[in-house]
Nanobody
């Protein structure tokens, strides 16, 4: 069993920044990939970013490429999502994912989600 606790969401104006954190416990963190997904009202959950277990490889959705940065600190069992130049269309509930399956919206475990709202 893995527990994921997200934090860092909130309300921000367009063009602003937020940093999401995801603290993991319950299993060896540093040998699994981590990911971030989001779900806007009335839409399906979508992939945002993914990072390999060593952090050497990252992958981003086209919609966030160049604006968002995923990272991890294995010593702290924590993954991060730095979000810059936020747009109203980034408004969604953001979910941390443990060992996400590449190319899908499936993962072994999910966090509870944190709301990000970007005002225009």
């Amino acid at each position: 069993q893995v527990q994921l606790v997200e934090s860092g969401g909130g309300l921000v104006q367009a063009g602003g920044s937020l940093r999401l954190s995801c603290a993991a416990s319950g299993r060896t963190f540093n040998i699994y990939a981590m990911g971030w997904f989001r779900q806007a009202p009335g839409k399906e959950r979508e992939f945002v970013a993914r990072i390999t277990w060593r952090g050497g490889s990252t992958l981003y959705a086209d919609s966030v490429k160049g604006r968002f940065t995923i990272s991890r600190d294995n010593a702290k069992n924590t993954a991060y999502l730095q979000m810059n130049s936020l747009k109203p269309e980034d408004t969604a509930v953001y979910y941390c994912a443990f060992n996400p399956t590449y190319g899908t919206t499936r993962a072994d475990y999910w966090g509870q989600g944190t709301q990000v709202t970007v005002s225009s």
